[in-house]
């Protein structure tokens, strides 16, 4: 997946179809992100470029609560297309 505009929007939509917000701040964030999981909050530093960002969203993706059944079908495989790159733990 190539690090553009384009498709950091797919990743932030794959958030937003799930009832998540995604919002960017400034502050000392450990990994760049802080999850408020109770208000289903995702906070990313604003100071962090688009490959940066995606990366994080990418890492963090896998971690959350995602129904699929939500996804638009665009979304479905980019957000399979993430957790086949998952390892498995």
Not at 8 to 13: G, I, Q, Y
Not at 28 to 42: D, N, P, R
Not at 63 to 81: A, F, G, M, P, R
Request: glycine residues 2%; charged residues 25%; neutral net charge.
């Amino acid at each position: 997946m190539k690090f553009t505009q384009h498709n950091l929007d797919k990743l932030e939509a794959i958030l937003a179809e799930n009832n998540y917000t995604i919002r960017y701040e400034r502050g000392t964030f450990q990994s760049g992100w802080c999850l408020l999981e109770a208000k289903k909050i995702v906070v990313l530093n604003k100071f962090l470029d688009i490959e940066a960002r995606m990366n994080t969203l990418m890492e963090l993706i896998p971690q959350l609560q995602i129904n699929i059944d939500k996804l638009t079908h665009d979304s479905q495989k980019v957000y399979l297309e993430i957790m086949a790159k998952t390892p498995v733990v």
